[in-house]
């Protein structure tokens, strides 16, 4: 793969302002920390940094060039330079690049993926089973931005049969940017959900802005439709393009799952329905939402022309992500269920379900909870709402951190023992003279609140 000094110019209307790139740049990169000799280095600049700050420093790394929106000052050293192109936005640069190298792939087929919830386990087990089929490239881990999403599209090869993108956001206009870009062949909607309130306000907004992705579908466009989430229906109906629909609850459903089953802490199992097909199908781990997005999943990849067995066979071969649902087994004779990733009232509400679903017997059921970020105005509610909801889980104790902690526990009824924690060791100290052989620790909240480091902190780390 190769970006000729042409295509670098033509795709951002760029003005070579210095040096020179003889063969082309190999890759894409915006950070000097980590850029590779004849990679291209574009100038970001952030909230915290300046990427033409460190201009100098991807050249002495070997960089092919830089696309740049200030002339860096370089010229009179004795480093041997690459090309310099100067542009007037290099964050609209990137994004135009991106569109450029996706449209160079005609034959290409590409799936996109938004919601409130499950965005990344649906993109991975997308890519599963769309693997069984071809040569797939998926954003990885949360590139799914501004930033993140043309940097993976900017990896494209000929190679590659698919492309399946995550794409995120945090307020109107991002979704519309992306698929512009991406221009999808196929795209859900994962779930309409309470995340992003602090710039969505309600649901609607919420739905308004996911809904961005499939504006645009027309005829040659397929929309897989989860119509379990009425607010996904909603936005299906004013969309003129193929529709697949799926759902658990939804008997209607062209692919729709059912006989749902649990094998330890280890699987789920059930019986998924593809039109007049049928099969028993497997994944590892546990939530039973995750039945809704192998639905999902299954969605795309029939979509794009897979059939059950390799349905069934991508599914199979999931492996969960960590920190969304991992069970861990500690030393410490207890299990916990790492949830820490991120947090918004229905992805807590599923974990505590999930935890109070797998208690056994006499075992304690633990919830350790951070806040969960972004809601705005309708924070403080949000967390009672959550204190409410434990209390008819009858768990046995709740240890929660953070500024709505006091909100939270204080709806908590019944017998469920609650704390509050000032910082992880309180939180970890509390588990460690509570918990004992065979009970279960749910530890959940919002990215910003790295409740991971309550594990961490069991382990002395």
Not at 309 to 330: C, D, F, K, Q
Not at 407 to 412: A, I, K, P, T
Request: a negative charge.
């Amino acid at each position: 793969m190769r970006f000729s000094l042409d295509f670098l110019l033509n795709s951002t209307g760029g003005s070579l302002v210095g040096g020179k790139m003889p063969i082309g740049a190999s890759g894409i990169s915006i950070d000097s920390r980590n850029i590779e000799k004849n990679q291209l280095f574009v100038a970001i600049e952030g909230p915290n940094f300046d990427g033409h700050d460190y201009v100098a420093e991807a050249f002495e790394k070997g960089s092919a060039g830089a696309i740049v929106e200030k002339h860096p000052q370089i010229q009179d050293s004795k480093r041997n330079c690459g090309a310099i192109i100067k542009v007037e936005s290099t964050q609209k640069a990137l994004l135009e690049m991106s569109r450029h190298w996706r449209n160079s792939f005609p034959d290409l087929k590409v799936a996109a993926i938004t919601g409130s919830n499950g965005k990344t386990t649906t993109k991975n087990m997308t890519h599963g089973i769309l693997s069984v089929s071809g040569s797939v490239l998926s954003t990885h881990g949360n590139l799914n931005n501004q930033i993140g999403l043309p940097l993976s599209l900017l990896k494209l090869e000929k190679s590659h049969d698919f492309c399946v993108l995550e794409m995120g956001m945090n307020s109107f206009g991002e979704i519309r940017t992306l698929a512009d870009i991406a221009s999808p062949d196929v795209g859900t909607i994962t779930t309409i959900g309470k995340a992003h309130l602090e710039g969505m306000k309600d649901l609607e907004g919420v739905a308004k802005a996911k809904g961005e992705l499939v504006e645009n579908f027309g005829g040659e466009n397929t929309f897989c439709v989860n119509i379990d989430d009425p607010w996904v229906e909603k936005i299906a109906d004013r969309v003129r393009c193929r529709k697949i629909t799926y759902g658990v609850a939804s008997p209607e459903a062209f692919i729709r799952a059912e006989d749902i089953s649990h094998e330890e802490m280890e699987f789920v199992e059930f019986t998924i329905h593809i039109g007049k097909q049928s099969a028993r199908a497997r994944i590892r781990g546990i939530g039973a939402h995750n039945v809704s997005n192998a639905l999902s999943a299954s969605a795309l990849a029939y979509s794009l022309g897979c059939g059950m067995n390799e349905i069934l066979t991508g599914l199979g071969e999931y492996v969960p992500s960590a920190m969304r649902l991992e069970v861990i087994r500690t030393p410490f004779g207890f299990r916990i269920i790492n949830d820490s990733y991120n947090a918004n009232p229905d992805s807590m509400r599923a974990a505590l379900d999930e935890l109070a679903a797998h208690r056994h017997g006499k075992a304690k059921a633990v919830a350790v909870l951070g806040d969960m970020l972004e809601l705005g105005e309708s924070s403080e509610r949000e967390h009672q709402m959550i204190g409410e909801h434990i209390s008819q889980l009858g768990l046995d104790m709740v240890v929660a951190m953070g500024e709505f902690s006091r909100s939270l526990v204080s709806y908590v009824r019944g017998q469920t023992a609650c704390h509050v924690a000032e910082n992880p060791q309180e939180a970890a100290a509390l588990l460690l003279d509570v918990c004992r052989e065979d009970d279960l620790v749910l530890v959940k909240g919002s990215r910003g609140m790295k409740m991971e480091t309550v594990i961490q902190m069991l382990y002395g780390k």
